[in-house]
């Protein structure tokens, strides 16, 4: 697991000592550091120092650079259940308040987040702000996540794009396999979850395509039966913001995600919260989605991109409401995942403007590995990821 803080100090070391009693380190981390320079803004030293092996389900004790105060973290389970908090979009409001508030108040051991993190839009110190915000939770439970279009932060010939996001939030890129920062994948218990970049070349000659053919070629669904995919702009969309965004990397990608048997799509981009086929209310979903049509062997899509951004809700959706939406509300809040087993999990959404426990939707997810999907698409499987 990677530990990343910034000092004002460039002299401070890229150490983490941590144990599994308070004040008691019985283990030390050497990492590295970066920094970056924005027009006028100066960074602080940027810290990555990668932790572990540790222990799973287990509460560990650490503090950074040889000082300051202790942070607790606790390590996700090694098989299931295994809950992931989910909420995109997050921005730094009373809003974003609220939904970490929630989120805190939820029994789950990974936050997933599908990109827009912390709405600098060019103006770096935010992004300090930001990571002051968020302390209390990323630094207490394992944070993953992917970019959006705030985090691109380019000037025509003189900043590339992501230069702050990648200095600031370094993920699992280069264990998976990928070049890029922007899109990578990791796996927990059973669960083995891309994490893609709707902002990455994805054509079928893109460095991000082979990548996902390779990496998605090598899952084994008994080892992990369940598959999600997350990235920015969702393909799926019948709200009137962002209408077509995602069809381009849909065209390219959605066949690598249908072959493989991706379980749950996970985006945000669209400021409101919407879930794909689905019989609603306790009942098992048996109707996913591919190609813009319900699908017994397809993915559920959910858009969550509600955490609380500046911009606000999106509030006008299209009428007549498409067969395959069979959920959606323009109102800020956070989803929870819980992979319960290898053929079951629960979603459920929950809104700010009520208690953390009261659910605004829910529904009981089956795994495609647990039906007879992945041998219906074995030669799919094949012919789609296992050839050049």
Known sequence: MRVSWITDDHSSPSIVEYGTS?????????????????????????HHTVIGPLEPKTVYFYRCGREGPEFLLRTPPAEFPVTF?????????????????????????????????????YIQYRWDTFGQ??????????????????????????????????????MPFEESGSSSNLYYSFEV??????????????????????WLKADLSKVDRKRTPWLLASFHVPWYNSNEAHQGEGDEMMAAIEPLLYAAGVDVVLAGHVHAYERSVCNFKFILCLTPLYGGKSDPCGAVHITIGDGGNWEGLAHKYKDPKPEWSVFRE????HGELKIVNLSHAFWSWHRNDDDEPYVSDQVWITSLASSRCLEEKAHELRKILWTP
């Open 22 to 46: 308070p004040a008691r380190y019985n283990f030390v981390a050497q990492g590295e550091s970066t920094s970056y320079s924005y027009l006028f803004y100066r960074s602080g030293k940027i």
């Open 85 to 121: 908090a989910v909420a995109g979009d997050l921005g730094q409001t009373g809003w974003t308040k609220s939904t970490l508030d929630h989120i805190d108040q939820c029994k789950y051991d990974i936050h997933l987040l599908p990109g827009d993190l912390s709405y600098a839009d």
């Open 133 to 170: 915000l968020v302390q209390p939770l990323a630094s207490a439970r394992a944070w993953m996540v992917t970019e959006g279009n705030h985090e691109k932060e380019s000037i025509l010939f003189f900043k590339d794009g992501f230069q702050s996001y990648n200095s600031r939030w370094k």
């Open 189 to 210: 218990a059973g669960v083995h979850v891309v994490m893609l970049g709707s902002y990455a070349d994805y054509d079928e000659q893109s460095e991000q395509y082979n």
């Open 330 to 333: 323009a109102s800020f809040g």
